[in-house]
């Protein structure tokens, strides 16, 4: 079984969480600029065996696209281009950020360490990875 890789495309930076071999876990990967995402991706996916990519979906209260989807679609083109072999699935992101940002609270995270847009996108990624496990449980 392949791990299940999750994105938080945004326009500067883009979060990335992973599952275990037996797509079980969800976990924060890494936050990297997202002119590198596909040079990470196609280094990441040499050593790791990934069959199924989970892009965070934006939208808005009504249940349409938000503002940053037409920065997505180039993005989810591209993808399906450059790893034809890998489907991509789409998950709602709404609130994923405010999520990540409490999740950081609740944990004890000093005030200077919750302003880490990095981390709020890595934790994001995971986030969303978690929501997808959750929707296409066994």
Known sequence: ????????????????????????????????????????????????????FVVGEPKQ????????????????????????????KRVDERFTSKMAFQSMIDSGLKKKHRQNKALIDEISATIILQTYLQQNEK
Do not use: C, H, W
């Not at 992973?18 to 876990?25: F, G, H, M, R, V």
């Open 61 to 88: 209260m009504n249940n349409t696209e938000s503002e940053s989807a037409q920065f997505i679609k180039p993005f989810i083109i591209k993808l399906s281009q450059t790893f034809p072999k890998i489907p991509i």
């Open 1 to 52: 079984m392949g791990r299940i890789l999750a994105i938080d495309y945004g326009e500067k930076r883009t979060g990335i969480a992973i599952t275990d071999e037996l797509q079980i876990i969800a976990s924060g990967l890494t936050t990297i600029d997202t002119k590198k995402i596909f040079s990470f991706l196609t280094d990441y996916l040499k050593n790791e065996n990934v069959e199924l």
